[in-house]
């Protein structure tokens, strides 16, 4: 495991502040309050230019440019009215907030959800077939169907506020609400039950988290750091001078995004390589220096892997098969081995759980299926309430899906895999900090129909599970490591984790009611964008058009994936110096996102490297805020770029795809 260096204060300021519940209602109020801003700016972002996706990071660039506005707000109010200058801890509480809510405004969730609405009856032809395929188990207070409605909605040149457009609205708001807020609840859930194991026994490092904690101590050390704004003056200056050159293309560029590698291999089995970017993005670069060292190693490296599976499987003629090199399949497996590792490696702290719930537990005594358990591993905590809150919300996910029309024994499988997957994210995030982590090839969906064919599944509970696809699109934007990184920062700011609840289920359910506003809005003003909503019917009319049965090449590698996944984790945990994580072969199964990225994370690395070999952990320390910087300077200026672009309809350059 990764341990996190402790941090220590000597701020006589911060000391007297540590007391400060952090989570206080002001601070839910102002995160509450700046929702709706910066969920505008993701969906007019998405239905207007598709372009510079915030949500499409592990670090959500709107959310962080929020909060150093806000830090610097808040440093005027503590030189005019300091009795009313925000702490840390609120200042955190308002990230959280912005975080979560913004990830579920996501280009994975909630900009799928809603066109995945009325999608499926306005998208219907006499060619596709979709009337007579799946029309009648699409549930009515799931969908829309009042075509009159949906005209305007993909038309525009109209407002969304009418009596008529609320009136058929509101009943799929309305339970798509609920169903969504259950679904991330369930995550709060075991994210309390886990909490204590991964943020204070194994001490992960949650590299994502870093800067928004260097932003908000109350002294303001950061930016009083001269190597921070060296940092910020070279992302900065990138992208100014590259944003510069869109407007006037006769101004010189700095082409950090024009390299291609695989354009120099066309000769067979290397053209398989395919788009190999040599591209430099400042804040993938500052991301990937607050990694652990082996962590961005294994990162590139696997990269490469891929690429070098894909010319080995050309060489050898397996790109004859349907689907290799089946990253898919591969993907889901490593996924599902990372959570089920990391389960296993808190297996006392499960075992200490239920015995607590159950009322037995003995602090001494000696178990002998686990041995006995140390000292930092006996816990007061009361889990009961999340234990509780855990069956609750499960047993809606099943009423509410079997009244849906899907099978019980389908419903268990779907989630439970969705349930681990969304475990493996978080696992990758809190340990790894990925600058990106798109899992499109890795979902419960691409399991069940390699395991079992479409043949075998209902085609109700197939149905819902096309709906479902709604929310869980590709994993770039998770609610749930959010949510973990929120108890992270409960440790760190010294807040109270109920309270850090009570602000999450706020940012969840105003989170997907404004979400829902402002895609609303903007699409009966300008027409929707509807391509994100048709993925899971085109999906659905295969499946029951051409019904499938179990894919055994995609089921033999799954197992390839998972073994591998295990196998990697193994040597690790015998041999402390092994280099390779088996987090970075998850990571870069998704070739397409983590390709603009990659090299990225390679010159991290390779900068890292040395400087704690020719300088140490003093010459580490005192070039961090440096790259910081370059997380902060892209941000804030290619950030600037695009909202220049949603205000005066321009075209910007996207430090960003």
Not at 109 to 123: D, E
Not at 251 to 259: T, Y
Not at 371 to 387: A, F
């Amino acid at each position: 495991m990764t341990k996190t260096p402790t941090i220590h204060s000597e701020n006589p300021q911060e000391i007297a502040q540590s007391k400060h519940p952090g989570v206080t209602f002001r601070a839910i109020l102002i995160g509450i309050i700046l929702i709706p801003p910066n969920t505008y700016f993701i969906m007019a972002n998405h239905l207007r230019f598709w372009s510079t996706l915030p949500t499409t990071m592990s670090l959500i660039y709107n959310v962080v440019v929020t909060l150093a506005v806000l830090t610097g707000l808040n440093f005027l109010l503590k030189l005019l009215l300091p009795r009313f200058a925000l702490r840390q801890g609120e200042m955190l509480t308002i990230y959280v907030i912005l975080s979560l809510s913004s990830a579920i405004a996501g280009h994975d969730m909630m900009q799928t959800v809603v066109p995945v609405i009325p999608n499926g009856f306005w998208f219907a032809t006499p060619e596709n077939e979709w009337q007579q395929l799946f029309w009648r188990y699409l549930p009515s207070w799931m969908t829309l169907s009042d075509l009159s409605v949906l005209q305007d909605f993909y038309d525009g040149d109209t407002t969304f506020y009418s009596k008529r457009y609320l009136a058929a609205w509101w009943e799929p708001i309305l339970w798509w609400t609920l169903f969504l807020s259950v679904v991330i609840w369930v995550m709060i859930c075991i994210d309390l039950l886990l909490r204590k194991q991964w943020i204070e026994r194994e001490r992960l490092t949650y590299p994502i988290v870093r800067l928004p904690i260097e932003m908000t101590h109350s002294d303001g050390r950061l930016f009083k750091n001269k190597m921070l704004w060296v940092g910020f003056a070279i992302a900065g200056g990138i992208d100014l001078i590259n944003g510069i050159h869109a407007f006037f293309p006769a101004f010189p560029e700095i082409p950090v995004r024009k390299a291609n590698l695989g354009m120099y291999f066309t000769e067979k089995p290397w053209d398989a390589m395919g788009w190999t970017p040599i591209y430099i993005l400042s804040f993938g670069v500052g991301l990937a220096f607050l990694m652990p060292l082996e962590m961005s190693f294994s990162l590139w490296f696997f990269y490469l892997f891929w690429k070098g599976e894909r010319i080995l499987g050309r060489a050898m003629g397996l790109q004859v098969l349907p689907g290799f090199p089946y990253d898919g399949p591969q993907g889901v497996g490593a996924y599902l081995a990372i959570a089920c590792f990391a389960l296993y490696g808190g297996r006392k702290h499960i075992f200490n759980v239920l015995r607590s719930l159950i009322g037995t537990f003995k602090m001494n005594n000696v178990v002998s299926s686990t041995g006995n358990l140390t000292p930092e591993m006996r816990d007061s905590t009361n889990y009961r309430w999340p234990v509780a809150g855990l069956v609750a919300g499960i047993l809606f996910l099943f009423i509410f899906s079997g009244y849906g029309g899907m099978a019980v024994w389908m419903i268990a499988l779907y989630f439970l895999i969705y349930y681990l997957l969304a475990l493996g994210i978080t696992r990758v995030r809190a340990e790894v900090g990925p600058p990106t982590h798109e899992m499109f090839v890795a979902n419960p969906r691409q399991f069940i129909l390699d395991a079992f064919g479409s043949r075998k599944i209902p085609p109700q509970s197939l149905t819902m599970m096309s709906l479902y696809y709604a929310f869980n699109r590709g994993y770039r934007a998770h609610p749930m490591p959010h949510t973990l990184e929120g108890f992270k920062l409960v440790e760190v700011a010294n807040m109270k984790a109920g309270r850090m609840v009570i602000a999450m289920m706020c940012a969840v359910f105003f989170g997907i009611l404004v979400s829902f506003w402002s895609y609303l809005v903007v699409s009966y003003d300008i027409g929707a964008n509807p391509g994100l909503g048709n993925g899971g019917y085109n999906r659905l009319r295969t499946w029951l058009y051409y019904p499938s049965e179990t894919n055994v090449p995609a089921v033999a590698f799954m197992g390839v994936g998972f073994l591998f996944t295990g196998l990697l984790w193994w040597l690790r945990t015998r041999f402390p110096m092994f280099p390779f994580h088996p987090t970075g072969y998850a990571v870069a199964s998704s070739m397409w996102t983590f390709g603009w990225l990659w090299f990225s994370v390679f010159i991290s690395w390779g900068i890292k490297n040395l400087i704690l070999r020719f300088g140490g952990i003093r010459l580490y320390h005192r070039v961090l805020p440096l790259f910081l910087g370059l997380i902060l300077g892209e941000f804030i200026v290619g950030g600037a770029w695009v909202l220049i672009r949603l205000i005066w309809g321009v075209s910007v350059y996207s430090f960003y795809r």
